[in-house]
């Protein structure tokens, strides 16, 4: 799953230390789907499993591969990498990812493509996995500043045209750009890097540079568009659109990126054709200088949904089409409502009250929403919890010669349809030391575009986190509404990172997790999970200490903020009488003091005075500290919120400061 998005791609190399290396990035767990990656080998190399022979010259065959790979990983010399495709470089916008390694994977080059092709994602996800460095020499990567031609990507924006170049150029140089932003969340203005970039969200009197994000579209002002076409408008005065475009500051280099929020709400006679539908919202779109590229999707009532011109337009241009009952249609209040609508099929508005109704829907998944999931979303609308504003009123629309008639209305949402499915990584980051966390682990939290922990764990992380990231750190006690925003986020399109520390199902944010989404009727699909276990701190702990969990152990946390301490107590009853090595998990907090008291009061009621405790804190970390003592003597021993307590069985031992649980192999 990790590196499907890279998908096709092809991993080529010529001898057999460069193909083991490939073959390792292609096994299961990397979820590049079969068949959509492939090693490619000389034939020479013939015979070897998982790999594919090219026959012609490797010049050849790169060219033959080049336009449909969305990237390529060399196990080559650069040099040898760079004469390949140089003939076949085209621009930073279209071509592939082109990843070089080295034959012992110590390196990952992100040769061309960083940006737009995905290469330098890609360059970090395959180093992580191969523990290699990822060579980045594009220059925001190196000052570690936001990319402002991938600064929409997660958002599922559309870059427009404009200056790229000189604009990332400025960033990187430290001018202040100035950021337009008319459309689409603000959500990315929190992403690693864009704090300490200069950008600046307020005009200042130096900026050389623009960023706009917008859903206008600007027309040179000499050649205004005439429509041909016979249009009709409705008795509203159609709604102008402020003029704000390029020309008003034509020194500064200017980009442009269009979040998709606008929605076009569809009428129209039973046969009209595609081209028909097509013209009626070009013409829209030109007269109100609206921009195609911000286009969401199409919005229609639901016996519209076999339409064939509307089926065919969304399928051609991508877009997605939302189509809604009569009975959901009819109770949206809109700026033209028309009785003859209402008496041909049941609702006095199709278009309007279709692109509102759109707009205001706050998941932008495709999932279909039954009737009484609307009717909530409408209630939630009304109390302003999600916005859709009605931008351009009905339109009606017939192009001369040909049948049918149409009728357009666009509508703005707040947040941008993302057309991009979602998933949630449930990550174990181990007991803090970074060499601890699996390699698995590190490649996820690479390959996301959000993560939320606690702040003491995304600190311990942070040289794992990217420029781009959004991370959001999340207060203790504020764990179920961090599980919402991960749900929210991921139903939204985006790959979100969910971490604890140690095993993420181990009394961690995973269950909660999924408990969460349970809650909200979760299909088991969308959005997609995926669990990455962790080094849990009994483990951890254990090792710094010797072998104590060589025989039966279990775990009982002994915070009653959750469970009943009657429950914990029967518990540590249960596990004491059944000599059990048992791991205390939240021993003691600041107000919490008695509960490791009675604990041990419990323990000593079936084990030996002498039995051997460990008592471990910051297993792995800088202040870790460590005490091996006896059960009698416990209560002396410093204790607080970041310690594990191993309680030995009766016959774990301490052996010159070892902690030996004995398994049964000598007597
Ligand atoms: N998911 C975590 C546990 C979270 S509960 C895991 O699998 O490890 C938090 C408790 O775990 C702490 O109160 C402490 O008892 C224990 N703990 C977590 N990390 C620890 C570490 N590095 N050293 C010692 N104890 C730790």
Same mark, same amino acid.
């Given at each position: 799953m990790l590196l499907a998005e890279f998908a096709p791609l092809a991993l080529i190399a010529i001898a057999s230390t460069g193909i083991n290396k490939l073959q390792s990035l292609c096994v299961?767990?990397?979820?590049?789907?079969?068949?959509?990656a492939t090693i490619w080998v000389p034939e020479s190399c013939?015979?070897?499993?998982g790999t594919q022979v090219y026959n012609t010259s490797l010049k050849k065959h790169v060219a033959s591969l080049?336009?449909?790979?969305?990237a390529f990983v060399f196990c080559l010399a650069t040099g040898a990498v760079v004469r390949l495709i140089a003939p076949l470089l085209g621009n930073k916008s279209s071509d592939p990812a082109v990843l070089v390694i080295d034959e012992k994977g110590q390196f990952v080059i992100s040769?061309?493509?960083g940006h737009q092709g995905g290469g330098d994602r890609l360059a970090q996800l395959i180093a992580t996995k191969i523990g290699a460095t990822p060579i980045l020499t594009g220059a925001s990567a190196s000052l570690e500043l936001p990319a402002v031609d991938m600064l929409g990507v997660p958002f599922g924006w559309c870059r427009g045209k404009g200056d790229w170049t000189a604009v990332s150029a400025s960033v990187v140089r430290g001018e202040p750009v100035q950021v337009v932003q008319?459309?689409?969340?603000?959500?990315?203005?929190? %992403? #690693?890097?864009v704090e300490k970039?200069?950008?600046?969200?307020e005009e200042t009197v130096d900026t050389t540079a623009k960023i706009w994000i917008t859903y206008k579209s600007f027309t040179d002002k000499n050649s205004t568009h005439k429509p041909s076409t016979h249009k009709s408008s409705t008795q509203n005065s159609p709604f102008k659109l402020k003029?704000?475009?390029?020309?008003?500051?034509?020194e500064k280099s200017i980009v442009t990126w269009y979040p998709k929020v606008l929605w076009v709400g569809i009428g129209c006679e039973r046969g009209t054709p595609r081209k028909v539908i097509e013209a009626a919202i070009k013409n829209t779109f030109q007269e109100y200088q609206l %921009? #195609?590229?911000a286009i969401a999707g199409i919005a229609t009532i639901d016996?519209?949904?076999?339409?064939v011109g509307l089926v065919e337009l969304c399928a051609n241009n991508n877009l997605p089409l939302r189509t809604f009952s009569r009975e959901i249609l009819k109770n949206i209040s809109v700026p033209n409502p028309s009785q003859i609508v209402a008496k041909e099929v049941?609702?006095?508005?199709v278009a309007e009250a279709a692109a509102l109704l759109a707009a205001l829907i706050?998941?932008?998944?495709d999932k279909e929403l039954t009737d009484k999931e609307l009717t909530e979303e409408i209630l939630n609308s009304s109390q302003g919890k999600t916005k859709g504003e009605m931008l351009i009123p009905k339109q009606i629309f017939r192009l001369e010669g040909q049948p049918g008639a149409v009728t357009v209305a666009v509508t703005k949402s707040e947040?941008?349809?993302?057309g991009r499915k979602g998933k949630i990584l449930l990550v174990g980051t181990g007991?803090?030391?970074?060499?601890?966390?699996?390699p698995a682990a590190k490649t996820a939290i690479a390959s996301v575009d959000a993560v939320i922990g606690y702040g003491l764990y995304l600190d311990l992380i942070s040289p794992l986190l990217r420029t781009g990231q959004i991370i959001e750190a999340l207060p203790i006690t504020k764990e179920r509404q961090r599980a919402q925003r991960a749900i929210e986020l991921a139903n939204w399109g985006l790959s979100v990172a969910v971490v604890s520390s140690g095993d993420c199902g181990i009394y961690g944010m995973a269950g909660l997790v999924l408990e969460e989404l349970q809650v909200c009727?979760?299909?088991?699909?969308?959005p997609g999970i995926e669990i990455f276990p962790g080094i849990t701190a009994l483990q951890a702990a254990a090792s710094r200490v010797g072998t104590?969990?060589?025989?039966d152990f279990c775990a009982i946390s002994l915070s009653d903020l959750l469970t009943p301490w009657e429950v914990i107590e029967k518990r540590l009853q249960a596990a004491a009488a059944a000599d059990f090595v048992t791991a205390l998990y939240n021993p003691k907090s600041k107000t919490r003091t008695e509960q490791l008291t009675i604990a041990t009061n419990i323990f000593l009621q079936h084990r030996n005075p002498n039995t051997t405790v460990a008592v471990v804190r910051?297993?792995?970390?800088?202040d870790e500290q460590i005490t091996i003592t006896t059960l009698d003597k416990l209560l002396d021993v410093s204790v607080d919120m970041l310690t594990i307590v191993l309680i030995g069985n009766q016959s774990t031992r301490n052996y010159c400061e070892w902690m030996i649980t004995p398994r049964g192999y000598i007597n």
């Open positions: 299961s767990s990397s979820g590049i789907p079969k068949d959509s013939a015979g070897i499993t080049w336009y449909n790979q969305k040769l061309c493509g008319e459309a689409g969340s603000t959500i990315w203005r929190t %992403a #690693k890097g970039s200069s950008l600046c969200f003029d704000q475009n390029y020309t008003e500051q034509p %921009a #195609k590229d016996i519209k949904s076999d339409e049941g609702t006095p508005s706050p998941s932008h998944t947040r941008e349809y993302t007991p803090g030391e970074l060499q601890q966390i699996t009727g979760w299909d088991g699909k969308t104590p969990l060589m025989h910051s297993a792995y970390r800088e």
